[in-house]
């Protein structure tokens, strides 16, 4: 009796009442009625994800790269304390006794140095245009079919050939810079812009300083103010110092020495004056060129009537810049000027200034 009774009892399929029934059957057509919406919600979601990556890659692509020709380490004539000095390339002076040729051209170039030259032949090898020739066993280098690929530097072990310019992110100058960052902190230094004119490359010098300032960094920017207001106005916020320099204070000689007119540099100066900026003039004295009388008694009357300037750095004539031009086979308007001050004449041209300023004036 109770075996047949559980028999029939197994054999039977439980009854399902009509209500829960119809629940389970709504529950399968939210579902099919729900499937396109969340499949529609993962779209969205994964379309999201997509613009936030295209958007962070279009940052990427569209952050301002700078053509960058040296870093210089534990520089100390750039600013207070101990500094990295980024130098760009490019510049809208062409000062007769620039000590910086190489950062004129807004192009990559290539420094040879013959004497450096061991004659292994490897930057022969590789050159698209046969630059690089051998004459009477003598290397020639034909600049005139170059076309700056860079591809002979990588090859040359012995460094007579070098690439001048190399295109770096905000990123990549940051990197470089803040591994001095506990040298900055105990010396009071920091960061240089320098040139080359570093306002020609403005939004890349502007990023630059803006990160910079993040870090917590002393920032410096060396400029020759021919830019105009509008610029150095956006880089107010970024910049402690302005090493601003002053080449020469007669118009038609500014204009013969440097290719430039006074004129917008003046106008800079006043504007940084008016918006609260700090400036160290910088003054590179010429024998034979600037070294007048008349020059220095008007870079006394420069510091005098703006308050922004707090010192005055003279820099004498260095014809560094001769074997330089040498290098990337561009000729020196000063090439036959040889001479350079003595340390009595420049100590001279500095008790001149002194004389007719308060403001501390000093060898840079
Ligand atoms: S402003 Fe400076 S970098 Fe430019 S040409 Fe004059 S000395 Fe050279
Ligand atoms: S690679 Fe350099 S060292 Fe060798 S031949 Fe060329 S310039 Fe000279
Ligand atoms: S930079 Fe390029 S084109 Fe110019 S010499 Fe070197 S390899 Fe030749």
């Known amino acids: 009796m109770h075996n047949s009774f559980n028999h029939q009892f197994q054999n039977q399929k439980p009854r399902i009442p009509a209500r829960q029934k119809k629940l389970r059957h709504l529950d399968k057509v939210k579902k099919i009625i729900a499937l396109p919406y969340l499949i529609y919600n993962g779209l969205l979601k994964k379309e999201a994800s997509c613009r936030t990556l295209l958007q962070e890659e279009n940052n990427m692509n569209s952050a301002p790269k700078g053509l960058v020709f040296d870093i210089m380490k534990f520089a100390i004539h750039d600013g207070p304390g101990i500094r990295s000095a980024v130098f760009l390339k490019g510049c809208p002076l ?12 807004s192009k990559p170039e290539i420094s040879f140095i013959p004497n450096k030259c061991i004659s292994c032949g490897y930057c022969m090898r590789v050159c698209p245009n046969t630059c690089h020739q051998l004459r009477d066993k003598q290397h020639v280098y034909i600049r005139d079919n170059c076309s700056r690929c860079g591809r002979c530097t990588t090859e040359c072990h012995a460094r007579a050939l070098e690439l001048i310019g190399r295109e770096m992110s905000v990123d990549e100058v940051m990197g470089e810079v803040l591994k001095d960052l506990p040298f900055y902190q105990t010396s009071g230094g920091g960061l240089t812009l320098s040139g080359g004119e570093p306002m020609l490359q403005f939004e890349f010098s502007l990023a630059l300083m803006r990160e910079a300032k993040k870090a917590g960094l002393h920032v410096c920017l060396e400029t020759s103010g021919f830019s105009t207001g509008e610029r150095y106005e956006e880089t107010l916020p970024y910049v402690d110092i302005y090493l601003f320099d002053v080449k020469e204070s007669d118009p038609q000689k500014h204009l013969e020495f440097t290719g430039v007119p006074l004129e917008p540099i003046l106008n800079t100066l ?7 900026a700090t400036i160290f003039l910088r003054c590179p004295i010429i024998p034979g060129l600037n070294a007048r009388d008349d020059h220095f008694e008007a870079i006394g009357r420069l510091a005098n009537s703006h308050k922004a300037v707090a010192r005055i750095d003279i820099e004498p004539y260095h014809p560094l810049g001769i074997s330089k031009s040498d290098r990337i086979g561009k000729k020196s308007p000063l090439a036959m000027l040889t001479r350079f001050p003595e340390n009595e004449e420049s100590e001279t041209w500095i008790k001149k200034i002194q004389a007719l300023t308060e403001k501390p004036v000093s060898l840079s």
Do not use: A, T, V, Y
């Open 94 to 105: 062409h000062c007769h006794w620039c000590h910086n040729p190489e950062s004129i051209e």
């Open 270 to 276: 006043e504007f940084l004056d008016k918006h609260g």
